[in-house]
């Protein structure tokens, strides 16, 4: 019926455009999908064309469909955009991280804060292995700035990343600092590549009451605190903020899942390239002695942020300034797989 009716009405208008059978079925479930000609009006109008066909496509359920459309209206997104936030799951995660909010911000502000935090978020345009650093997970985030904004939310404003503060004497950094023009308050986010643990807020509520110090405007709220973990058990976190001060969140992280099972099956493996290519063998131990470099040159208060390529020179020194067998130098041994007698 709909095929004979498209063929009818581009007989009877030639002019016009958009009248195939497909069209006319989308046509037919736009309507019946919102029945409400309020909101009709009033949000689904005010989207283009494109838009309201993914939502039909890719959302059946009502309440979730509407929810995208808002969302779509108030944060301006593009088709693109819109179909990355679908795909992401993004209805299931957002307002879903366990935070204290509730008992430590006024109502208004802690409600309007719960919502804007997720968990996990989606940091899966990065690509980095599961056995990354902290640094480097915030290296790639500031390397992706605007996928990092995208992801956090429509309000927030990048302030620095290792923002310094001096507290006593002493030097402190935090990881990433924004400010969210709708909360009205910088957001602290400390980024973990480990499971949550007590600690971890203890931490946080020193730097909130640093940043509410030093940084905070008379006209500004109460600084809050997020904390990105690789996981989190809920009870531990609960007890965690149960007696925290300072308003905060704890809240989990994506990355990239890799390649499917069934393509990796079919690709080389490391050992097979190795065969016919020797100097990746070598590529792989020089990356892994860089790591334990910058690693040991941390540890032992040495200045890490140099190139890449020049860390290992220090912390081939810091062995050689022990003898062979050292825990330096068997922990570069043990993480590279090379020798430790370096001398």
Not at 73 to 95: K, M, T
Request: charged letters at 25%.
């Amino acid at each position: 019926m709909i095929g004979r009716l498209a063929v009818d009405l581009r007989r009877e208008f030639p002019e016009m455009t958009g009248l195939s059978a497909r069209n006319l079925n989308y046509m037919k479930s736009f309507a019946e999908a919102y029945p409400d000609s309020e909101f009709l009006q009033q949000v689904v109008a005010k989207l283009p064309w494109g838009h309201n066909i993914r939502l039909l496509e890719a959302v059946k359920d009502d309440g979730e469909r509407r929810w995208y459309a808002k969302q779509a209206i108030e944060h301006g997104w593009s088709r693109n955009v819109l179909i990355h936030q679908i795909d992401s799951g993004l209805f299931q995660r957002q307002g879903k991280a366990l935070t204290n909010f509730a008992r430590t911000l006024p109502a208004e502000q802690s409600e309007l804060a719960q919502q804007l935090i997720k968990d996990p978020y989606n940091f899966e345009f990065l690509s980095l292995g599961a056995d990354l650093l902290e640094r480097e997970l915030e290296r790639g985030l500031l390397d992706h700035i605007r996928s990092t904004i995208l992801e956090l939310g429509k309000g927030f404003a990048f302030v620095g990343s290792q923002y310094h503060l001096s507290v006593g004497g002493q030097d402190f950094y935090l990881d990433l600092l924004f400010y969210h023009f709708r909360l009205r308050c910088f957001v602290v986010i400390d980024l973990k590549i480990e499971d949550f643990q007590p600690e971890f807020a203890g931490k946080m509520n020193f730097y909130l009451s640093a940043v509410d110090d030093q940084l905070r405007h008379p006209a500004d709220n109460p600084s809050i605190g997020i904390i990105l973990c690789k996981g989190c058990n809920e009870l531990i976190v609960e007890y965690a903020l149960r007696e925290s001060s300072g308003p905060m969140g704890v809240a989990g992280y994506q990355l990239s899942k890799g390649l499917p099972e069934k393509l990796r099956a079919e690709l080389p493996t490391v050992e097979e390239f190795s065969k016919d290519f020797p100097l990746l063998s070598v590529v792989k131990v020089r990356i892994d002695i860089e790591r334990t470099a910058r690693t040991l040159l941390e540890r032992h208060g040495l200045n890490a942020q140099r190139p890449r390529s020049s860390a290992v020179v220090p912390a081939l020194q810091l062995c050689q300034s022990n003898p062979t067998g050292t825990p330096a130098g068997r922990e570069i041994a043990a993480r590279s797989g090379v020798s430790s007698s370096i001398s």
